[in-house]
């Protein structure tokens, strides 16, 4: 357990103003991954690890209309199928991931998406991070905080978290956001991590959460 599990007032203040910063400059924060239900962004983002969104749109924009289903994924050879996704990278472990999420869909599922974070978490190759954002984007269920690179780094910038694992940066946030804004904190986070609060050079002069961070190498 973290050490600010508790979530003292300063930081719920804190957290308050950058919620207000960001839903201004994020209002309709949502993923760059295509799709059209809820299979489909599992699937998306599956392929999406250590992948750009737009590298994993070229390669969905044209799997999503070959195969429509998880049972259409287990009728292909895994050869097949890694050709077709390798533009992605690690094709052969992201290949026996999805065939073998398919398969358990398919014989637990009847071939549906379980709408319950802890039953999706049980699929290969399906952690929190895709379990929440698949629940989030695509059912619009609130279970969990889509915690990635960019979400975990900017909540140790701001220090809205001192937490050193997902999980636990995750518990968090939990703590401190409210439920029905989870979906929409994650996206606009990850958006924010992308575009400002970059890995190795953060736009700190330009940051719209920068009043309220206490990061201490700040380029400013």
């Known amino acids: ?4 599990r508790k979530a003292p007032e300063d930081i719920r203040e804190r957290l308050q103003k950058i919620l207000e910063v960001l839903q201004h400059r994020y209002p309709q924060a949502s993923l760059a991954l295509s799709y ?26 044209t799997l999503f209309k070959k195969y ?8 292909i050879a895994r050869e097949q199928l890694e050709e ?7 094709y052969r472990n992201k290949a026996k991931s999805l065939q073998d999420c398919c398969r358990v869909l398919v014989e637990q599922f009847g071939g549906e998406v379980p709408q319950d974070i802890e039953q999706l978490v049980q699929l290969p190759g399906v952690g929190r991070k895709t379990a929440a954002m698949v629940l989030g984007n695509a ?7 889509a915690v990635d690179t960019h979400v975990s780094r900017v909540a140790q910038r701001v220090q809205l978290s001192s937490a050193k694992t997902v999980e636990k940066i995750e518990r968090d946030l939990m703590q401190l ?6 979906t929409w904190f994650s996206n606009a ?32």
């Open 1 to 4: 357990m973290s050490r600010l």
């Open 36 to 61: 059209d239900n809820g299979f489909e962004l599992l699937v998306a983002v599956m392929l999406s690890a250590q992948c750009t969104d737009e590298r994993v749109n070229q390669v969905t924009g």
């Open 68 to 75: 429509k289903s998880p049972e259409d994924y287990l009728q």
């Open 177 to 182: 956001v409210p439920r029905e804004r989870w």
């Open 189 to 220: 986070v990850i958006l924010h991590g992308r575009e400002t609060c970059t890995a190795r050079k953060p736009r700190c002069t330009v940051c719209v959460i920068e009043p309220w961070c206490l990061f201490p190498e700040k380029n400013l």
């Open 84 to 90: 077709e996704i390798r533009p992605t990278g690690f």
């Open 139 to 145: 059912y619009g269920l609130h279970q969990g905080i």
